[in-house]
């Protein structure tokens, strides 16, 4: 992979004494921590530059006084501008990340500390940038089909509604963050990830297996971390595409990055009008699935010269939606429509000292959401509908991060969130008051054992209260064992408490002719191990992970004499297997990469005892072939799940049958002075496979896409 999946960070320690005139420090791989030889190291006023020993370490003459910026650049690592003041009495140490990225060293934060997946005994993936750029997906959903043991489900087209399963938990048992912040809705606790376009994204983590020691409520399964970007230098680049697909779709894409300043724009349209057959093989056509989607977002990022231990950043972003809701084919809403806007507004300040171990985050943000559903035509209801929901969310989050050692380090802070939840036709308000206090602690143990390399433990704990519910404490312990001297063998295994609390509707739903709340509800409540093994052999990269998953206290609702309400009556376990290669056939010109999970997925409650639960796959598998050639890309995919239950008591006749569907991508680059232009083409489904992935919900058949991009970059002068 190129230069897709970055961040940076600098890890600052201090050691010794700097006599006054002359600037001394060491240059390590953030990756793993070993010494850079021949980083380059200048200044951009007075030019006086050298670069660095066998050792990593590197001397500069420097001026009494003033202020300069250090340049620190090497081949395959993120080039580092490091503003100085003289004069100086410490020692720099500055941790460089590699962005010619394989695998094992992209840099995640799957335990809120920055580390690469080699050093992170967490299962997980990371779609990155270039992985982004080079596919057709208009949304998260779309980046999602194929991650192991997570499955899409599509109420068809574009602009249908799309949520997810992550090992086997429900969409309101998946945490999913932007940037940090938690954006499942507090009223059904689910997140439209329709509703989320990838202009604007540089890399999405996926993290399987429970996460409320780090994360708090809703993660029983598993957090999705979708991370934007940024701005990150002076040059200026000014990015639009266009793109038409089947089914009446097309995209308008722009952005313009400078001096730390990203905004942006996209327009979506799509008539969502695709064949789709029935159960007897007749053809219709599916009506009333259009959308229209305009989505602003800027990001500032500043980091003044004047104060050098600090960042700042401001994010807001706007999505207007306005879409067709037919509904299923059974009963099919002709007139439905669905109206969202959604909005939010982050302000984080990070204090990161040169010469300290300890850094601090603080992130404030506010997050609106208005769904208005109407449906008022008589010809699809007896009684008229028009209702609008407003969820907002305020929340404030100080993260510390205290580095004593390359051997220890603490990650700990704590968290105050207010949900709100407005029922506008009656006038009723709710909310939740949400405060929670963490602790991770990351430990290495090197050894000179040519058997075992090292040992990293990550217990962690989380104090979680709220104004519902009683407080409880979640904790979580990590195990990663590197083996042989060149760590090319890893043991992993995690085990820990979850817990998720109902959601507003769950509680609150106003009494009417079908259904009610529950206030009486307790949290959803599970336990979760792991375990498995990491291979890395040159190019070839193999993981196989085993999980068990244990819930109890699970929210159902149920028919009581017409009436439906919810109970904490049902109790679940879900265990499987996850494996996973990525092997590079011709270096840099070929690439395979592979992924097959079994998923038992078991309902214990009294009812249905030991029947499977509904929607989940015991198979799935994914694999991906692509090819490169100069300028030119091609991938094709091939995605598989079997058969899926879609009721409770697992009738037969009901079940959707396993599919199988084929992907097609062509990219191509034409790099010109000061431009750069891609031509993508895609075929999704490339049979043409008439499946469902919900029933009565049916999906396209064959569809194309084509687009154009255009980038200009007009790099700063000193800029590389």
């Known amino acids: 992979m190129t230069a897709s999946k970055r961040i940076i960070i600098i890890v600052l320690i201090c050691f010794g004494f700097l006599q006054a005139g002359s600037l001394t420090g060491r240059i390590t791989d953030a990756s793993n921590g070993l010494a850079l030889k021949g980083v380059n190291i200048y200044f951009s006023l007075n030019k006086n530059g050298t670069v660095s ?5 590197f001397k500069l003459d420097v001026p009494e006084s003033g202020i300069d910026t250090l340049n620190i650049r090497m081949i395959g690592f993120k080039n580092v501008l490091l503003p100085v003041d003289f004069p100086l009495r410490k020692q720099i140490n500055v941790e460089l990340i590699p962005v010619v990225l394989k695998g094992e060293n992209v840099l995640v934060t799957a335990t809120r500390m920055m580390s690469s997946i080699k050093e992170s005994n967490i299962s997980m993936d990371v779609i990155g940038a270039q992985e982004i750029e080079s596919s057709s997906a208009q949304n998260i959903a779309e980046l999602l089909q194929g991650i192991k043991s997570l499955q899409i489900k599509d109420y068809g087209g574009v602009g249908g509604m799309k949520t997810l399963s992550l090992r086997g938990a429900t969409a309101g048992q998946t945490l999913i963050l932007l940037d940090g912040q938690r954006i499942n809705n507090p009223q059904n606790g689910e997140v439209d990830l329709s509703l989320i376009p990838l202009e604007h994204i540089e890399r999405v983590e996926i993290i399987r297996g429970g996460s409320s020691a780090l994360y708090g409520s809703d993660a029983l399964g598993g957090v999705i971390h979708i991370i934007t970007k940024r701005s990150e230098s002076n040059d200026l680049e000014i990015g639009i595409a266009n793109m038409l697909g089947s089914f009446g779709t097309y995209a308008f894409k722009g952005s313009i990055k400078y001096g730390g300043i990203l905004a942006g724009y996209q327009f979506l349209r799509s008539d969502g009008d695709f064949k789709y057959y029935d159960k007897w093989g007749n053809i219709y056509i599916r009506d009333n699935n259009d959308i229209e989607q305009h989505h602003l977002y800027t990001r500032i990022d500043l980091s003044p010269k004047n104060a050098l231990c600090w960042r700042f950043g401001l994010k807001y972003n706007i999505l207007i939606n306005d879409k067709g809701a037919p509904g299923s084919i059974q009963p099919y809403y002709h007139f439905a429509r669905m109206e969202d806007n959604r909005q939010d507004l982050s302000f984080t300040v990070r204090y990161e000292p040169l010469y300290g171990m300890h850094k601090i985050k603080s992130q404030s943000y506010v997050l609106t959401t208005s ?9 699809d209801v007896l009684s008229p509908i028009n209702e609008t929901y407003l969820t907002n969310t305020y929340g404030e989050e100080i993260q510390l991060t205290s580095i004593f050692s390359k ?23 709710y909310t939740r008051l949400t405060y929670d206090v963490y602790l991770v602690d990351e430990t290495n143990v090197r050894f000179s054992s040519d058997i075992i390399s090292s040992l990293k433990f990550t217990p962690s704990i989380r104090y979680n209260g709220n104004t519902d519910f009683t407080d409880r404490v979640t904790p979580k312990f990590g195990l990663l064992i590197h083996f042989g001297s060149k760590e090319q063998f890893d043991l992993i295994a995690n085990t820990g408490m979850n817990f998720r609390s109902p959601t507003f509707n769950d509680l609150y739903w106003p009494e009417d002719s079908f259904s009610e709340g529950n206030p009486d509800l307790l ?5 979760d191990w792991d375990s498995g093994i990491r291979i890395r052999l040159n190019n070839f990269i193999f993981e196989s992970i085993l999980y068990d998953h244990h819930l109890t206290n699970l929210i159902i609702w149920q028919d009581h004499g017409g009436i439906w309400w919810p109970e904490n009556i049902s109790k679940a376990r879900v265990n499987g297997l996850e494996n996973s290669i990525s092997y590079s056939i011709i270096k840099d010109h070929l690439d395979l990469k592979a992924q097959y999970t079994f998923m038992n997925a078991k309902d214990l409650s009294e009812l249905y005892f030991q029947k499977f639960l509904v929607y989940r796959p015991m198979h799935s598998a994914k694999i991906t072939i692509e090819g490169h050639i100069s300028q030119f890309n091609i991938r094709m995919s091939n995605r598989y799940e079997s058969k899926r239950y879609t009721s409770a008591s697992n009738a ?3 079940a959707l049958p396993a599919y199988l569907i084929t992907d097609i991508g062509f990219l191509y680059n034409i790099p010109l ?16 496979i008439s499946y469902n992935t ?14 154009v991009g255009i980038t200009y970059n007009k790099k700063k002068k000193g800029n590389k």
Not at 53 to 57: A, L
Not at 523 to 527: A, F, G, N
């Open 53 to 57: 020993d066998s050792d990593g370490y």
């Open 371 to 379: 769904n208005h559903y109407i449906n008022e035509d008589p010809r």
């Open 407 to 429: 051997e220890f380090k603490l990650n700990y802070g704590v968290n105050l969130r207010l949900d709100e939840f407005v029922h506008k036709r009656l006038s009723l308000r």
């Open 523 to 527: 949290p959803e409540s599970s336990w």
């Open 652 to 654: 037969e006749i009901s």
């Open 673 to 688: 002075k000061d431009f750069k232009i891609d031509l993508k083409a895609d075929i999704k489904n490339l049979f043409d």
């Open 694 to 707: 919900l029933k009565n919900f049916p999906m396209p058949g064959r569809e194309y896409r084509v687009s």
